[in-house]
C-alpha cells in the first residue's frame, strides 16, 4: 500500500505509458492486498464497489478513453481469478491476447458492471462524435465518418450492450498502439509550437517601422545568445550524469557512485524497473543548467520538451526489449558499454533546430488558407445572418398585416351580429297605429291635434 501511495503522489502525467506496462503496475500493487486463492469464489460475496481514485489523482495516459480504461482494468482486479492471471502473464502474452481470453472465467458481478461501463462509453462516445459532427458541419467542412468510426475501435461497438473478450483485446491493442506513436505525435505537436512561435514573431516584425524592427531583432539575438549560454550538459544516462546526481541530488561521494546502488535509490516505487516518469526525474539537474522559469529567454515549453527527448533517448538506448520500461538488468548492461564511460556532450534544442525555412513557409501557407477559409466561411455567415433578418422582417411584417385583417374581420363580424337587432328596433319605433276610420273620412291625420 505504500507503494500505491507513493505511484499515486506523483505530480507529473505520464502520458506515454502502455497499457501492459499499467497492467504490469497494478498486479505488483495489488498483490500484497490480493485475496487468497484457495477461497471458494462461489461462497464468496460480491465486492463493494468503493469509489475509485479521481482522475485527477492518478497519472493520464493521455488517450481520450483513459477513464474508460482504468474503471475497466480497476473492477477486473476486483476478481481472483484475474488478479492472479495479470500477476503471471509476461509482457508479451498480455500484447498477443492471451490475457484477454481469461474475460471468461471472472465472476459475474465483475462482468455485469463491464458491461455497464461498455454501454455508459458506447453513450459518451456517440455523443462526442454527434457533437464533433456538428462542428465540422458548421464550420463547412466535410464529415469524414471512416475517421470517426476508427474512434470506436477500441470496442466493439457493434455490441454495445455486453462486454466480452473481443473488447478487452481491442482495448489492450488499441492502447498499446495508440500510446506507442506518442512520441511521434509529440515530436509533430511541438514542431507546430515552435513555428507558430516564429510565425507570431515574423508578423509583429513587420508591423514595425526599419529602425523598431532593427532594434527588436537585436533584443531577439540576445535573449538566444543568453539562452544558450549554459554550463555543459551532460549526455543523458551517461557516467557522467548520473555521477552529478548522485553528488548534487543524493549527496554522495562521486568517487563512491554504484551503478546498482544508484538503481536501487532512484527506483522510487521500488518495482525494479525505471519507468518513463522515474527516468524523466534523473534529467531535472541538467535542465536547470539550461532553463530558469525567471528568465524571458528560457520557454518552459521547450524545457519540458527537452525533458522527453532525454527520457527517449535513454530508452532507445536501454530498453532493449522496448516495454518501455528500463530493468535492472538492462540498466547493468547498459553501464559496461563505452556509450556510457565514453559518452557526448548533449545536444539541446536550440543546437537542433525542429523546423527548416521550407517547413515553416508550408506552415505560413497552411495558416493563411485556413485565415482565408474562415473569412469566407464568416462572410458566408454574415450574408446566411443578413439574409434571415431580411426574412424575419417580412415575416414580422405579414405577421402585422394578418393581425391587422384579423381585427378587422372582427369588427365587421361584430358589426353585422349588432345590425338585425337594431333594424328591428328602429323600425317598431317608427310604426304608427292604425288610423281610424272616422279620422281618415274627416281628413285628419292621426298625428294632428283633435280640435284642430
Same mark, same amino acid.
Given at each position: ?194 513555428? @507558430?512561435? %516564429? +510565425?507570431?514573431?515574423? *508578423?509583429?516584425?513587420?508591423?514595425? =517601422?526599419?529602425?523598431?524592427? $532593427?532594434? &527588436?531583432?537585436? /533584443? ?89 527527448? @532525454?527520457? %527517449? +533517448?535513454?530508452?532507445? *538506448?536501454?530498453?532493449?526489449?522496448? =516495454?518501455?520500461?528500463?530493468? $535492472?538488468? &538492462?540498466?547493468? /548492461? ?119
Amino acid at each position: 500500500m505504500d507503494r500505491q501511495r507513493e505511484f499515486l503522489k506523483t505530480e507529473k502525467m505520464l502520458q506515454s505509458r502502455s497499457i501492459y506496462h499499467y497492467l504490469l503496475l497494478a498486479s505488483q500493487l495489488i498483490c500484497s492486498s490480493a485475496v487468497p486463492l484457495s477461497l471458494d469464489k462461489t461462497e464468496m460475496k460480491p465486492p463493494e464497489d468503493k469509489p475509485s481514485e479521481s482522475p485527477q489523482n492518478v497519472q493520464d495516459t493521455g488517450l481520450h478513453y483513459d477513464r474508460y480504461l482504468r474503471e475497466v482494468i480497476d473492477f477486473l482486479e476486483k476478481d481472483e481469478h484475474f488478479r492472479e492471471k495479470l500477476h503471471n502473464t509476461d509482457i508479451e502474452d498480455i500484447k498477443q491476447g492471451k490475457l484477454a481470453k481469461e474475460l471468461d472465467f471472472v465472476s459475474h458481478h465483475v462482468r455485469t458492471k463491464l458491461d455497464e461501463l461498455k454501454r455508459q462509453e458506447v453513450s459518451r462516445l456517440r455523443v462526442l462524435i454527434r457533437a464533433k459532427q456538428e462542428i465540422e458541419g458548421a464550420n463547412g467542412k466535410a464529415v469524414d465518418h471512416q475517421t470517426l468510426l476508427r474512434q470506436f475501435q477500441y470496442l466493439n461497438h457493434r455490441n454495445p450492450h455486453t462486454f466480452e473478450v473481443e473488447d478487452l483485446d481491442r482495448l489492450i491493442t488499441s492502447a498499446t498502439s495508440d500510446l506507442e506513436n506518442f512520441d511521434r505525435d509529440r515530436h509533430e505537436e511541438f514542431k507546430r509550437y515552435e513555428m @507558430m512561435k %516564429e +510565425h507570431e514573431r515574423r *508578423e509583429m516584425l513587420k508591423t514595425l =517601422d526599419e529602425e523598431r524592427r $532593427r532594434k &527588436e531583432q537585436e /533584443v531577439y539575438e540576445e535573449m538566444k545568445k543568453k539562452h544558450a549560454d549554459h554550463p555543459k550538459i551532460n549526455h543523458p544516462g551517461s557516467q557522467d550524469q548520473l555521477k552529478e546526481v548522485w553528488e548534487e541530488a543524493d549527496g554522495l561521494d562521486p568517487a563512491d557512485f554504484d551503478p546498482k546502488t544508484f538503481f536501487s535509490l532512484h527506483d522510487t516505487n521500488g518495482d525494479g524497473f525505471f519507468d518513463e516518469q522515474e527516468l524523466e526525474a534523473l534529467f531535472t539537474k541538467e535542465l536547470d543548467k539550461i532553463y530558469d522559469p525567471t528568465n524571458a529567454e528560457d520557454d518552459m515549453v521547450e524545457m519540458e520538451e527537452e525533458r522527453l527527448r @532525454m527520457r %527517449e +533517448h535513454v530508452m532507445n *538506448e536501454v530498453d532493449t526489449n522496448n =516495454d518501455r520500461l528500463v530493468s $535492472r538488468e &538492462e540498466f547493468m /548492461v547498459a553501464t559496461k558499454k563505452k556509450e556510457f564511460l565514453e559518452a557526448d556532450s548533449w545536444e539541446t534544442l536550440e543546437q537542433n533546430q525542429v523546423f527548416n525555412e521550407e517547413e515553416l513557409r508550408e506552415f505560413e501557407e497552411h495558416l493563411a488558407k485556413e485565415e482565408q477559409d474562415l473569412r469566407l466561411r464568416s462572410l458566408d455567415l454574415q450574408k446566411q445572418q443578413e439574409e434571415l433578418e431580411r426574412q424575419q422582417q417580412q415575416l414580422n411584417a405579414q405577421k402585422l398585416e394578418l393581425q391587422q385583417a384579423a381585427e378587422k374581420m372582427a369588427s365587421l363580424k361584430l358589426e353585422n351580429a349588432e345590425r338585425p337587432a337594431q333594424d328591428k328596433d328602429g323600425e317598431a319605433a317608427t310604426q304608427a297605429p292604425p288610423a281610424s276610420p272616422q279620422l281618415l273620412i274627416q281628413g285628419v291625420q292621426p298625428d294632428m291635434p283633435g280640435h284642430l
